[in-house]
């Protein structure tokens, strides 16, 4: 299974940017469909945004639509969640997981393997 380690995190003011990083293990993006999850404090987990594998597909949450944008670089084994405009309600640890050859979609039950997380916290 790939190791994944995501990092970015931080304090950001509302409307504010920041910039995820998913890093993973050579080859993992070839392979491997990425999805960006969120879980805020006392909330479920949810997805965020996916890319499939090779970066065929992408696929966004409607409440991030037009402020996020995944992206990945083969040659450094690392996806990306670009956060513009965040909004308190965008607080949460945000993970990276990865699955094997499937289609890029936002529920959780399709990824196996998960990173630790990274706290992004919105607030003035």
């Known amino acids: 299974q790939p190791q994944l380690v995501e990092s970015g995190g931080g304090l950001v003011l509302p409307g504010g940017s920041l910039t995820l990083s998913c890093s993973t293990s050579p080859s993992t993006l070839d392979y491997h469909t990425i999805g960006w999850f969120r879980q805020a404090p006392g909330k479920e987990r949810e997805g965020v945004s996916c890319?499939?594998?090779?970066?065929?597909?992408?696929s966004y949450a409607d409440s991030v639509k037009g402020r996020f944008t995944i992206s990945r670089d083969n040659t450094k084994n690392t996806v990306y969640l670009q956060m513009s405009n965040l909004q308190p309600e965008d607080t949460a640890v945000y993970y990276c997981a990865a699955t094997l050859f499937r289609p890029c979609v936002l529920s959780e039950s399709t990824y196996n393997t998960w990173g630790r997380g990274t706290q992004v916290t919105v607030s003035s």
């Open positions: 890319s499939s594998a090779r970066g065929g597909s992408t």
